[in-house]
């Protein structure tokens, strides 16, 4: 295993519904996209929203129920891009690796109106 591969938390070739949001670029629009794969520390995906690596983003998504240990509501975290797969012949959108840094998990009233301005809760 090559160091950069390392990972700390197991990774679920999983697809999740994740609405993703580039807060250093506040006027570009969200994007609904699809994960790859998933843990509690990070999620790859594909899109063509313009990501860079170190890039702050912010995600909604339900956490599956093999990383929360739980059925689990809506997630709003908030994190890094730390990995980009640039687009190919195979692949129309770049991928984007994002390590998680901080999450809630929000109540339905709270998911229904979503503030950035929430408080967030450290990833252990």
């Known amino acids: 295993m090559q160091e950069n591969d390392r990972r700390f938390r197991q990774?679920?070739?999983m697809r999740v519904?994740?609405?993703i949001r580039n807060l250093d670029s506040p006027d570009l629009s969200e994007q609904q996209v699809e994960s790859s794969n998933i843990s509690a520390r990070g999620v790859f995906f594909s899109t063509d929203l313009p990501l860079d690596i170190g890039a702050r983003v912010e995600m909604f998504l339900t956490m599956p129920v093999e990383i929360a240990g739980r059925d689990s509501r809506i997630w709003r975290c908030t994190g890094r891009v730390v990995r980009m797969q640039p687009r190919s012949p195979s692949q129309a959108k770049a991928g984007?690796?994002?390590e998680i840094h901080y999450y809630e998990v929000l109540d339905k009233a709270r998911a229904a109106v979503a503030n950035p301005r929430s408080g967030r809760i450290p990833l252990q």
């Open 11 to 13: 990774r679920f070739d």
């Open 17 to 19: 519904q994740v609405k």
């Open 96 to 98: 984007n690796g994002v």
